[in-house]
């Protein structure tokens, strides 16, 4: 095994694995720019049940709400995919990292404060192990295929009196390549956000257009954040003694930004490689588990580039009865499976 494990970056992605790899007796090095790890503006989280239960630690005290489903608003028609069971999770993802970085944080050689340049990077023995976000300076250092495509995201924080048990998603043009969304935080509060391609317009500006188009109205923002979404994977994301997890490497999903479930999901490899000294495992076994999936998760993005089109295809997903199917057995985190899952009906 490495006699030195460096993790730089504390955000969900490296406290995650610093807590998988503490729960199989490692103890790395965790290095964080934020002198707090309750500063920041973490959005809201919304994870799967699946995902949820893959975290791997009691995370019961993040919780702030449960989602059945899903509206989706197109052209001014709204088509509803709605469980009887709970289907997701609403996280607030500051609490997440706290309770993560409480369970972390005696049993790891921890740098609070630090923000480590190219040059100290490149000083370090040992694995390195960048999990330093989208703008990752692991990945330029050591000259990973670069990330291409990003979402701008803008969202605003709401005190709003609410019951939902659904979030609601707006495809427009205002949000070309992803969607606007309203969100319950718990029954005090939403979120509503928008991102929108990088290549077509201001998030900003697209999130005021959001609300004027669609007639919504929540009072006076308690806060707003501007951000980025990875949405495309880097196509290599381990090399010699450096591997790339998270946003830093673009693992997020291709049809809602998300990179919580996929962390659960590929951490095990992570353990594995890291474990045996073979980073080579983590990449391979990350990529056949997601291979299909983003295929196809990333031909349904297609879709959202246009409303028109977006608009048709739910057209005719409900007309076959794909959304009544979705809504009895979909998975929110992977289409093949809610699709094998339709066919058999189980
Ligand atoms: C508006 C919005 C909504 C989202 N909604 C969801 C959702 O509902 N569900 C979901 O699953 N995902 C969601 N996501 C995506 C999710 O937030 C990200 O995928 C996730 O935060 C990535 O975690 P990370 O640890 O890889 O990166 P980050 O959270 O960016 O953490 C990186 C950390 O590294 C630190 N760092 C960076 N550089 C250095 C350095 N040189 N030295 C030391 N420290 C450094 C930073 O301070 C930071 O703490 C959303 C994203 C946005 C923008």
Do not use: C
């Amino acid at each position: 095994m490495y006699k030195e494990i460096h993790i730089i970056g504390a955000g969900v992605a490296g406290l995650l694995l610093a807590n998988n790899m503490i729960n199989n007796g490692i103890k790395p090095n965790v290095y964080e720019q934020k002198k707090d790890i309750k500063e920041g503006n973490e959005p809201s989280g919304i994870v799967s049940i699946e995902a949820y239960n893959r975290l791997g630690f009691d995370a019961r005290e993040a919780v702030m709400g449960s989602l059945y489903g899903a509206r989706l608003h197109v052209n001014k028609k709204t088509f509803i995919i709605e469980s009887k069971e709970k289907r997701a999770i609403v996280l607030d993802r500051t609490k997440l990292n706290e309770i993560l970085f409480k369970s972390i944080k005696d049993k790891t050689n921890l740098v609070m404060g630090k923000r480590l340049d190219s040059n100290a990077i490149k000083g370090l023995k040992g694995l390195i192990v960048g999990a330093d976000g989208y703008t990752s300076i692991v990945a330029n250092t050591f000259g990973f295929p670069p990330i291409n495509r990003f979402i701008l995201t803008y969202r605003a924080e709401y005190d709003f009196k609410n019951n939902e048990k659904l979030v609601d998603l707006y495809f427009g043009e205002y949000s070309k390549g992803l969607f606007a969304w309203v969100s319950p935080e718990g029954n005090k509060e939403i979120e509503v956000g928008i991102g929108i391609d990088s290549r077509y317009g201001n998030a900003k500006k697209m999130f005021e257009r959001f609300l004027k188009e669609e007639n919504l109205d929540f009072g006076k923002p308690k806060k707003e954040y501007a951000y980025a979404i990875p949405m495309e994977w880097r196509k290599r994301f381990v090399k010699d003694n450096v591997l790339l997890i998270g946003d830093a490497a673009g693992q997020t999903k291709p049809i809602s930004g998300g990179g919580i479930s996929m962390l659960t999901k590929i951490m095990p490899f992570a353990i594995e490689a890291i474990k045996k000294e073979k980073l080579s495992i983590y990449e391979n076994k990350v990529k056949k588990l997601l291979k299909k999936e983003l295929f196809i998760q990333n031909r349904v993005r297609w879709y959202y580039y246009s409303k028109n089109r977006m608009y048709y295809l739910l057209k005719f997903a409900n007309s076959i009865g794909l959304l009544n199917g979705l809504s009895k057995y979909g998975i929110m985190d992977s289409l093949t499976t809610s699709f094998k899952r339709i066919i058999l009906r189980r």
